[in-house]
């Protein structure tokens, strides 16, 4: 459906709409679509607000709903990696996100990366389609209707008007950091006698990504040019705080060249074939869509000038005359500190009709959004069918990644965080180093079928 065909819906029939449905859903991002979706599945009405396209955030550009606005990388497929069992956990659970990434992958070597143009597409075009929904394209206005069950998932960008109401509800102060947009350049700008095909860190594949070989002289000059760029200044309201897992490759270097060469330009299973040998540092590019016209510079999040991206980025091997199809930049990410506000279920503890769902909540990443909303949508679900809400196993990658946000240490030391194995349980000191992956893997998969039984699931 067209985005004017979506818009050209009667305001009045749609909020009375809404106020008739079961489930309420605010903000069509990748935790939005999800609830809904799930909210969906169990047969329930579900009334979706997005404020796209009458009003756009700082980072979004794309109408369509699931706008990735960062990288198109949902991440290591492998489910002996924390992120892999993430997704095999949601396919499992029938998740719209992963069966659309499925559809709409490129080639990434061992991670799940889609043409995020025709991914968002086919989300928006799912949901439009879907029987019992009601999206209204209109910014939300709070107050929040107490007397109805809401899945607020407006993302870590949310307007002004739901982040002061959400601040006031909570009863605390949102947290702000930061997050980085890498650049993407056209291939047909890329000089192929300097670059060579590989894959990341010389894992066997079909040599799905381009690398930027440099030696350590040439490293040096652009270590250097890095170092002494111009950055874009936040605001003098903005508390300059960053993600630790998506810092801008300028913040990096600045803690000494070698966090770049043991970090996102690292050499390591890589050899230059002009060389014979191994490169002092390395810059790879990951395909952006299928026809591999566009290639995002992989773990260059940056919040350099665009005259500073121009001349410092040209410094690398390859890179002399590149265009870029999109610039990096800096957003403000918005979360709640989610141990002192919410409760097990991701409600607000003051009030448990309000579910929190997406990187607002605590979660950080596509994967970790998308999880993390199926389940807020689940839990609604459950609540406005008079069921009691539920946990998912702690040995799964989805319950340790909500075990995340009850806390563990002072409320001020909460931050987002990705899934990762430093989450789940751990394992028994019989269980050798090498055999953790294996184990928990284990763990998780023999958790799910008993849950899924008890609580009469069925895979929609």
């Not at 009334?47 to 709903?65: D, G, Q, R």
């Not at 990735?68 to 993430?86: Q, Y």
């Not at 107050?143 to 909570?170: C, H, M, W, Y």
């Not at 448990?352 to 769902?357: E, M, N």
Request: some cysteine.
């Amino acid at each position: 459906m067209a985005v004017d065909d979506m818009t050209a819906v009667d305001e009045t029939m749609a909020v009375d709409d809404a106020s008739a449905s079961d489930v309420t859903i605010i903000g069509g991002g990748l935790a939005g679509c999800e609830a809904c979706w799930r909210a969906l599945a169990n047969g329930l009405k579900v009334t979706l607000w997005e404020m796209k396209p009458k009003k756009f955030s700082p980072a979004h550009i794309n109408p369509n709903l699931a706008e990735l606005v960062c990288s198109n990388s949902f991440r290591a497929d492998d489910p002996k990696n924390a992120v892999g069992l993430l997704k095999e956990e949601l396919r499992l659970l029938g998740s719209l996100v992963m069966s659309v990434a499925d559809l709409t992958k490129v080639p990434a070597g061992r991670a799940l990366a889609v043409d995020r143009e025709e991914f968002s597409r086919l989300v928006t075009e799912k949901l439009t389609a879907a029987p019992n929904l009601t999206i209204i394209r209109e910014e939300f206005t709070p107050p929040f209707p107490f007397e109805q069950i809401i899945v607020v998932a407006a993302g870590p960008l949310a307007s002004d008007g739901l982040t002061n109401e959400l601040k006031r509800l909570a009863g605390s102060e949102n947290l702000h950091f930061y997050d980085a947009l890498a650049p993407i350049v056209a291939f047909e700008s890329l000089n192929l006698q300097k670059i060579f095909a590989a894959d990341r860190y010389g894992e066997p594949g079909q040599g799905d990504y381009l690398n930027c070989p440099l030696t350590k002289d040439e490293f040096m000059v652009f270590y250097d040019a890095l170092t002494q760029a111009d950055r874009t200044s936040p605001r003098p309201f903005e508390n300059m705080k960053f993600f630790e897992g998506c810092l801008p490759i300028e913040v990096m270097a600045a803690r000494g060249e070698k966090t770049l060469t043991f970090g996102p330009m690292k050499p390591v299973g890589l050899t230059d074939p002009r060389t014979g040998r191994k490169p002092y540092a390395v810059v790879q590019l990951r395909r952006e869509n299928p026809q591999a016209s566009s290639w995002n510079m992989v773990g260059f999040q940056t919040r350099l000038t665009r005259a500073s991206q121009d001349k410092v980025f040209r410094l690398i091997p390859g890179l002399e005359n590149a265009e870029f199809s999109r610039y990096g930049a800096i957003h403000r990410n918005t979360y709640l500190q989610a141990p002192q506000v919410l409760d097990q279920y991701q409600r607000l503890k003051l009030f448990p009709t309000i579910f929190l769902a997406g990187q607002i909540s605590g979660v950080e990443g596509y994967v970790e959004s998308a999880a993390q909303g199926l389940w807020a949508g689940e839990n609604a679900s459950r609540m406005a069918l008079g069921k009691r809400p539920l946990e998912p196993p702690r040995d799964t990658a989805l319950g340790s990644l909500l075990s995340h946000l009850k806390g563990y240490g002072p409320p001020s030391s909460f931050a987002p965080s990705n899934v990762n194995f430093g989450l789940f349980p751990s394992p028994p000191p019989a269980i050798h180093k090498r055999d953790h992956s294996s184990w928990r893997l284990a763990q998780a998969r023999d958790a799910w079928p008993s849950f899924l039984e008890e609580i009469g699931y069925e895979r929609h």
